[in-house]
Every structure is written in C-alpha cells, then in structure tokens.
C-alpha cells in the first residue's frame, strides 16, 4: 500500500462516519470503522463484512469503539457521558470494549481506538487512578488479541495525555491523533501539540475546526478539512517531520446532510492528494 494511503471515518450501520459506498464511490481504500452494534458483531457477519471489503477494495485500519449513551451536545454533556471515565457505567464500557477489539480480531484488524473520555488533570484525583486501571486492563486484552490501543485526543491537554499514558504502561497504547479535537474541545494549539505527542501517534484524522470565542467552555466549530484553524499543510508536514506512516483518515461528522458530507470529503481527498504531492516532491 502507498505511503500515506487516504481513509474516511465510516460505518457498517451508518452510525457514526459514511457508509461503504460513499468511501467506494470516492475511491478511498481505508477506513476506520465504528463499530457496529453489539447484536450484529458475531462471527458471521464478520465474515460477510469481510467478503464486501474486499469486493470494494477497500482495508480497515482502526475500530473504533463507541456506546449507548454517549453524547456530544456541549463540553459538560461530553465530560458527563462519554467514555470509560464516568463510573456508573464503567464496568459496563469496559466489558464492551473488549467485545469490540475481539470483532476487531474478527476482521484482522490489530488497532482499536475510542475516546476514554475526559481524564482528571490531577494524578491524585481517585477517578484518575480508576481510569488507569481501566485502561490496563483494556491494553491487556487487546494485547492478547495482538492490538494496539488508540486514544483519540481532544478532551485532554497533550500533557495530561502524555502522562496518563506513562501512568498506563503498557507497550500497546498509543494515540489517535484529531487535530480539530484539540479546538473543539480548547485543550492545545494543534500542531504544537502534534509535535509533543507525536512519537505516540499511529492514527489520525483529517479534520478541521475553528476556535470557540471561549475556548474549553462552549465548543468550536467543525468545517470542511483544509478551511478551518487546523493549517492542513502544516498538520501534514509535521506528520512528516515525525516519520508517520500510516493512513490520512478523513472525517465529517454531517450525518443529517450526506450529499454536503460526501463532497466535502471528496473535497478533503482531492487536498489531501495535492500536499502529498507538495510534500514528497
């Protein structure tokens, strides 16, 4: 596969991201796929999926987990419901989880990733230490399965990231790098942060964002890869700075629009296609 091949976020059951035919249509040959829903991860349909896969020539690169629940309404919302950090349905999450890296090995695929959720600042906070064992025993799991594990970045400061994953210690944990996460959410300047974590990053996504009037208390706006506050060059020369090597995963949460959504991304690939040229020369 080509250096640097170009990805879509997608979807079996048009949950989050596109549907296959959108990425067939558009040419794109990866994608990270959110995960399907817990009734239709069984052996068999890993099998059917399998079959369409490759009858599209299209490859996964990453799962992605998510769960019932979650919502990205605002920031309190996200920090309220999303991920393994609120305790009430920890235990459950965790259990999920696994169950999605297990499809994940279904379908040859040794990368799963989600966001956590927003992990405390302070070390010494006790949510933060159940969060660490957590996220051991989920890096364990995946370790059996031969995976790595992503966190996706935004809900947390590079530094914090940084030193959770330290705390961690598990050789299989690594980062999904958003860069437009790091606006929406207000948690760092993208690129900078991008140089602080990168030895970490073995995903990404393509997307872009543009700054809140009050970063970090009301959310930053989402807008087409490459017109936004991200500097897509910049984000793309920096990969490169670094040795990344993996794909270019667009993403394009617009569900409700998806004509807009699929020229968008088309938008996106046609970009992406012209840095890499600039790029590599």
């Known amino acids: 596969m080509e250096k640097w091949p170009i990805g879509v976020f997608a979807s ?10 959108v990425a067939h249509e558009l040419g794109i040959p990866t994608i990270h796929l959110h995960a399907p829903h817990k009734r239709t991860r069984t052996p068999e349909n890993a099998e059917r999926f399998l079959a369409q896969l490759r009858e599209l020539g299209i490859t ?10 979650e919502s990205y309404a605002d920031i309190p919302t996200v ?27 279904l379908l040859g695929v040794d990368a799963v990733a989600l966001h956590i959720g927003f992990v405390p600042e302070e070390p010494e906070d006790p949510l933060y230490q159940d969060v660490v064992r ?21 809900q947390e400061t590079p530094e914090t990231l940084l030193r959770f994953i330290a705390d961690v210690g598990r050789d299989n944990l690594f980062i999904n790098f958003d860069p437009a996460n790091m606006i929406l959410y207000g948690t760092g300047e ?10 970490l990053v073995r995903s990404v996504h393509c997307k872009d964002a543009v700054w809140a009037a009050r970063p970090g208390q009301e959310w930053g706006r989402e807008v087409p890869f490459g017109t936004g506050d991200v500097n897509a060059e910049a984000f793309l020369r920096t990969l490169y700075e670094l040795g990344y090597d993996g794909a270019l995963t667009i993403e394009r949460e617009i569900p409700k629009e998806p004509e807009r959504q699929k020229a968008e991304i088309g938008q996106a690939v046609r970009l992406i296609q012209e840095l890499k040229k600039k790029i590599f020369g």
Not at 12 to 21: C, H, N, P, Q, R
Not at 60 to 69: P, S
């Open 12 to 21: 079996i059951d048009a949950g989050l991201g596109v549907k296959l035919e």
């Open 60 to 69: 996964i690169t990453v799962v992605f987990g998510g769960f019932e629940g």
């Open 79 to 105: 920090r309220r419901t999303v991920g393994l950090v609120p305790p009430e349905t920890r235990a459950q999450r965790t259990q999920e989880m696994k169950e999605i890296a297990d499809f994940a090995k």
């Open 134 to 154: 957590v996220a051991q025993e989920i890096c364990d799991h995946c370790k059996q399965n031969g995976q790595r594990l992503h966190l996706e970045t935004g």
């Open 190 to 199: 993208p690129i900078a942060a991008l140089k602080k974590v990168g030895h």
